[in-house]
Nanobody, 120 residues
Framework: QVQLVESGGGLVQAGGSLRLSCAAS?????????MGWFRQAPGKQRELVAV???????NYAESVKDRFTISRDNAKNAVYLQMNSLKPEDTAVYYC?????????????WGQGTQVTVSS
């Protein structure tokens, strides 16, 4: 099994920054896994925010390009999401995910989520 634990959420004013962290553990976790971030706002479907492959290939949602940066530290089994120039529409629960590939990451493992609230 794989456990994912997110941290770093909170309340921030529009234009501010937050950094989310996700620590992975478990016997079956591998640094070959793709890792990523998804979010779900109230009344909306879950959506991809950013994903990074084991080799460092990146994919971002259009709405966060040039504002958010995903990175990973394989030595620490961790993935991060640096969020800059935050907007009220970024308000959501952010979930960390890990899966065998970028394309199949949603079928993998999920964290419990961390709330990000951006005030106007």
């Amino acid at each position: 099994q794989v456990q994912l634990v997110e941290s770093g959420g909170g309340l921030v004013q529009a234009g501010g920054s937050l950094r989310l962290s996700c620590a992975a553990s478990g016997r079956t976790f591998s640094n070959y896994y793709a890792m990523g971030w998804f979010r779900q706002a109230p009344g909306k479907q879950r959506e991809l925010v950013a994903v990074i492959s084991s080799g460092g290939r990146l994919n971002y949602a259009e709405s966060v390009k040039d504002r958010f940066t995903i990175s990973r530290d394989n030595a620490k089994n961790a993935v991060y999401l640096q969020m800059n120039s935050l907007k009220p529409e970024d308000t959501a629960v952010y979930y960390c995910a890990a899966g065998l590939t970028m394309a199949t990451i949603e079928r993998g493992y999920w964290g419990q989520g961390t709330q990000v609230t951006v005030s106007s």
